[in-house]
Every structure is written in C-alpha cells, then in structure tokens.
C-alpha cells in the first residue's frame, strides 16, 4: 500500500510534539508554532484534532503523562516482593534518566505545579493519575503485609503519601540543582528507607 499520513498518525505526532513543548517550556509557554513546526501540521488540521490548547493539553495527560507515569510504577505491582520491585523500579530510573529529563524534570509533577493552582481541567485530571498512584502503592503494600514481606505496624496510606512526595521531590531538586548525584543520592537514601520496611524475618536481605 502506498505510504500516507493517515489521520491517527498525524494526531499522534501532534501529541508526541506538544509532549516535548510542554516538557521543555510549560504548558502556558509552549508554542502552537513550534508544535506546527515540529511536525510539518497546519493550523487547521491541528485544530480538526483538538478544538483549543487547553483540550490538546488534556489529552497529553491523558494519552502521554499518564503511561508515561504508570509505566513507573506498575511494575511494583507485578513483583511477587513490593520491597524488592520497588527498589528494582528505582535502580532502573537511576539508570535510565536522561540529562534532559534532569534538567526539565518530570513532566507529571512539572504541570502539577504550573497548572493544578489555575486550571481546574488540568487538575482534576492530574489528580487522578496522582490518585491512581497512590492506590496502587496502597495496593502493593497491602499484599506485601499479608506475605510477610512488609512489616504490619506501618500505615499504607501514609507511607504510599510519602513515597510518591519522596520521589517527585527528589527529582523536583535534583533539576533544581542541575545535579546527578543529587539525584543518586536521594534514591540511595529512599532505597534505605524501603528496607527499613521490611518485615523482620524478609530483613536478612532480598527475597529469593
């Protein structure tokens, strides 16, 4: 079949473009020029595919930010040990972060602080991947305690509340600093605090 732009197409490289602007600049500063630029869209077919800024943000949440977020998080679900997939998920994040994902920072907690205080659309729909977090960490937790895993005297929601503020702030700080081992150091010092979870008889070391 002879190759063309298809509509899907041309509405994902929107999406992954404006991702990047945003990423880069924030949303009130991200540039409908550049995005057009970027992807070689008209105007008007940008705006087939999203009637405002405002609506092409969303669906970057919802298409971009939060598989983007997710994919950090859900493999702890899948980890037969919560401590142990977690700290996998952090030596994985301290392998793979980019310098420029160190030096623009998380692009979820990046828009909650720009636009969670003006713009209830974005809010309401960052709080629910921040939500949806938390819950899945409580999730995790949970079945760590009922395994043996995790000890039984902490409080899942707190401790959920917690991480998710640890790590978002560790990266928050380290794009503050401009600074990798800022960065390798937080998650050293989260990763001392995620033992410090295990239940007693899991404290020997890692799980086989």
Known sequence: ?????QPD???????????????KNGFRGASLDTILKETGVTKGALYHHFRSKAELGYVVIEEIVKPFVEQNWLPVLEADNVIDGSI?????RVAERSEMALSLGCPFNNLVQEMSPV???????????????????????????????????????????????????????????QSREFYSLGMDGLEAYLNDLRAPANRAGRAA
């Open 1 to 5: 079949m002879p190759a063309k732009r």
């Open 9 to 23: 197409q041309t509405r994902q490289d929107l999406l992954e473009a404006a991702f990047h602007e945003i990423h």
């Open 88 to 92: 996998d998920v952090l030596h994985r």
């Open 119 to 177: 713009e209830e659309g974005f809010r309401l729909r960052l709080n629910a991947i921040l939500q949806t977090w938390r819950e899945g960490i409580v999730a995790g937790l949970t079945r760590g305690q009922e395994r043996g895993h995790v000890r039984s005297d902490i409080d899942v929601q707190a401790v959920s509340a917690f991480l998710i503020s640890a790590i978002e702030g560790c990266v928050g700080m380290a794009k503050g600093a």
